[in-house]
Each structure stands twice: as C-alpha cells, then as structure tokens.
C-alpha cells in the first residue's frame, strides 16, 4: 500500500501550496519585521496577524513529513487543529489518517477566506471528507470537541497557544500528542514551552529544530484512560455546552493558564517623565493606538451615589482640553445623576499590549450646552437617535417600546440636523492625581503618581 502522500492528487495540491507559501511567506514575515522597526515596539499578536494577510504561514514539507509520521506512527483516530490558513498542514494530517483507514479532523481558522482557499484545497487533494472546518475564534469553535482527541496540532495566533491547550486539555486521550509550531523568537510561546514543560502539565515535552521550532508534547497522565475510545464523527460525542461542564476546579484552571502582562513591555523612565501629567497621559494614548490597542479611548469612568456606593461603566473619551479629560453622556442618566449629586469622580485606562493603566481622579464639570451640543452634534445619526430617545438606565419594560422611540427619534434627527438631545452632556473631569502605572514581566512594576498640590504637579513614585 502506497501512502496517500503519494497520491498524485496530494501531491499536486502541496506542489502548489508549497510554492506559494515559499514566495509569499517570507515577504509578510518581512512586512511584520519593517513594521516593528519602525515602532520600535513589538507588535500586538492580533495586528501581527493583520499584516500578514493572506499570505499562508505554511510549514515546511519536512515538518508536513514529521505530522505525518507521527500521527500514522500514534494510530490516532481524532485530530484537533488550531489554525488552518490555507490547510497545507491539515492535508498532511488528513493524509495520515486516511493511511490509518479513517479519523476525523476538527480544524479551525478565523479568516473566512482562507477557510474557503483550505475547503478547496482539501477538495482538490480529495481529503475533505474527513475535516470539519470551524470558522471563527479558536476560543469560540473549540468550545465543544468530544472526548478522547488523540493529537492536538498549535498553528495559530501565539498568544492563543495557551489559552486553546487549555480548552481542549480536558479532551485529550490518555497518550495524546500535541504538536505546536513556535514560529518565531516570541515570549507568547516561550511561555507555552514552560506551560507544558511544567511538571504538572502532565506531558513531556522537547523542541524539535525543524522550521523555527517544533515543540512535541507528549501526555503521560493516566488519568483519563478508562474512557471509551472513540472513532465516532464529531457530532455523535459531542458535547452539550460548556458551562455544564465547567466545574469551579475547570474555571480556576483556564484562569491560571491565562498569561498576564505577555510579551515586551516598554521601559518607563520616571526621571524623563514631563512636569504636566497629560503631556505623558498623550504620549502613553498615542503609544496605544499606534500598536493597534483595541478601542485605546475606552475607560472606566467611576461614580458614587449618596450613600457612597461606588458604580463603574466604561465610556469613550471624547476629548483632552487644558489638561482636562472629557467624556459624553446623559445628565439623567445614573453616572448624570450621581456627578450632578456629588462631582468626585474616577476615570481608568487599562491597555494590555502595552502593560499599561493610567488611573485618574479628580472633579466633573459640565461643559456647558454649548459644548455638549457640538459634541452631540458631531455623532453618527444612530448615537443621536439613541441618545434622543432618551431614558438611559431607566428599567425597560417592554423591548418594543425602545424600538418605537428609536424609529421616532431617528426620524426626528433626520428632519433636523441641528436637533440636540435635551440631557445631552459634554463632561470634563479635572485631575487633582493621576497615577502611570507599567507593568514589567517580572513583576518589578513601574508607578509615577502625579498629585496636585498649591496649583502644581508633584511626582512621587510609588512601591508596586
Ligand atoms: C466601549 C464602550 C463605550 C461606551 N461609551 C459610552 C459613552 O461614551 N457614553 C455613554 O453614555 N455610554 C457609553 N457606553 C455605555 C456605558 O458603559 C453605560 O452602559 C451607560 O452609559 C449607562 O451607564 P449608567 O447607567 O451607569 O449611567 C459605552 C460602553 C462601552 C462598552
């Protein structure tokens, strides 16, 4: 019997594959390079992948080669796969198992697009009936996978290595293999090496030196061999729902395998740090946007009622004016309330590519109607149709009610263009301390707390 590797059809598609990724692979590799050159800063996993596009990110034919071996070499039955992109890999672990007689292959791959390029690849090697492809976050269509997975292959974004192995652990078979692609220089997967390096990960583990790295983990617990073996489709075994599986011992364990403050951080050198607290509060907003934070102008903006009951909600910042911090929202809503009944107030930033939060306090002011008015003005129809209608955080009663005042309102702003919501308020908060907080990796945190004292900033840092 000859392998289906060997297959002119096989060999035709990973011919083609192969070739493309060998043109286009190290030109996005290059295009991530030239980016973080220029920053100075590594970049964000998520924007890394952003710039790689379209381009493959394939392994190589000798690592290809290995999956094979060890998957036909294992008799698996069930594979796992987390990050197909264009399915080079996943046709040389179909290839295996369709040696082995049959098996299946779960493979999932956020982008819609090379999910489609790997449908028709898997098509033209005629290995599609055994893979079920998931489109979407890992975290997401990995959810549900049955019991008993015999190899779990790491393809995708680094900083979700842990994270995914920590969500189908549970699922893998006593002997399980679990094969991840390091990629690159990356401290995302430096930390999964320690991960599953870790005594009580129970695996052995080594780094193969194929591509940049093969780390092949091997399971030696025996705790799960009493199940069942299974060769069943996915959706025979599949488990219901997550939440009816997840005991407290569960969560505790996908919270510890979260990483906090991964990969580089900035320094922080508090003896350059400028005498007016906003002039760093800018610099830090830039930093953030320009490594691709995710919404960098959301804050938690912190009230209290009467009683001092503290309320938190996160809003947009709207705006920095003579070292004030501006948001929007409505007078009568529960934070309008609480302001027009006491102004003290706390604003937070937290962005977690780069380590940093920013913490604020101080007193809200209105800006006046004039100001909330231009601001009001200044936002997409929708936002000023929501906004007119008005009754933030009043209890709804009934949904279509709410319906019934968007359709009103949206009509309304559409008739005026220059219609303002009653309550609508530019806020803005004056500092009286601002504390820069950043994170380092080995937890030697770096605090600069600003205080206003007599109309002057003072520095003072703080222990972490
Ligand atoms: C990212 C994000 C941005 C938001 N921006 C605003 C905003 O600018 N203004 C606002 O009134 N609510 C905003 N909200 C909704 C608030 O968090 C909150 O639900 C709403 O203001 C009611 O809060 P309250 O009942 O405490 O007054 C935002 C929510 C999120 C998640």
């Known amino acids: ?157 680094n900083d979700q290595y842990v994270p995914v192995f920590g969500l189908v652990q549970p699922r893998l078979s006593a002997s399980a293999v679990v094969l991840a692609d390091l990629g690159r220089d990356d401290p995302d997967l430096q930390y999964y090496q320690e991960y599953v390096r870790d005594p009580a990960s129970g695996l052995v583990s080594i780094e193969l030196p194929l591509d940049a790295g093969i780390e092949v983990s091997v399971r030696i617990a025996a705790d799960t061999g009493a199940r069942q073996r299974t060769a069943d489709p996915p959706t025979a075994s599949m488990q219901s729902g997550r939440a009816a599986a997840a005991g407290p011992d569960d969560v505790r364990d996908r919270l510890r395998a979260l990483r906090v403050f991964a990969g580089e951080m900035p320094s922080f ?11 760093l509060f800018l610099e830090w907003l830039l930093a953030a946007i320009d490594v691709g934070v995710r919404e960098p102008h959301a804050m938690t903006l912190s009230t209290v009622d009467q009683a001092g009951r503290p309320t938190s909600r996160v809003l947009i910042l709207k705006g920095l004016l003579d070292g004030q911090w501006q948001f929007a929202s409505s007078a009568t809503s529960r934070k309008g309330r609480e302001l027009a009944a006491n102004p003290w107030a706390a604003i937070n930033f937290y962005w977690s590519e780069l380590g940093r939060q920013v913490r604020i306090r101080g007193r809200v002011t209105d800006a006046g109607p004039a100001a ?8 997409p129809v929708g936002s000023r149709a929501e906004a007119l209608a008005g009754r933030q955080s009043d209890v709804l009663t009934h949904p279509q009610d709410l319906d019934d005042a968007l359709a009103e309102a ?55």
């Open 372 to 379: 909330s008015a231009r601001d009001f003005l200044a936002r």
């Open 1 to 157: 019997m000859t392998s289906a590797l060997a297959s002119p059809r096989v060999r035709a598609v990973l011919q083609r594959l192969h070739d493309k990724a060998d043109r286009e692979d190290r030109a996005a590799k290059e295009r991530v390079r030239a980016q973080e050159r220029e920053l100075g800063v590594r970049l964000a996993p998520a924007q890394r992948y952003e710039l790689y596009g379209d381009a493959p990110l394939a392994i190589s034919r000798e690592v290809g080669a290995l999956y094979h071996l060890l998957i036909t070499g294992q008799r698996a039955r069930s594979v796992v796969e987390f990050g197909m992109s264009h399915g080079i890999s996943t046709i040389y672990l179909a290839a295996a198992l369709a040696d082995l007689g049959g098996g299946w292959i779960i493979t999932t791959e956020i982008l819609p697009g090379k999910a489609d390029a790997a449908r028709q690849n898997l098509m033209e090697a005629g290995l599609s009936d055994l893979v079920e492809i998931r489109v979407g976050d890992a975290l997401q269509t990995l959810k549900s996978v049955p019991d008993e997975i015999d190899v779990l292959v790491l393809d995708g974004r």
């Open 269 to 279: 050198e508090t003896d350059r740090a400028p005498a007016h607290p906003a002039e």
């Open 410 to 464: 949206r009509s309304r702003v559409e008739a005026d263009r220059k219609l303002v919501a009653e309550h609508w308020t530019l806020y803005h908060l004056i500092p009286d301390e601002i504390e820069f907080w950043q994170a380092d990796p080995e937890r030697r945190h770096t605090r600069l707390r600003y205080v206003l004292q007599d109309s002057r900033w003072t520095q003072q840092a703080l222990w972490p």
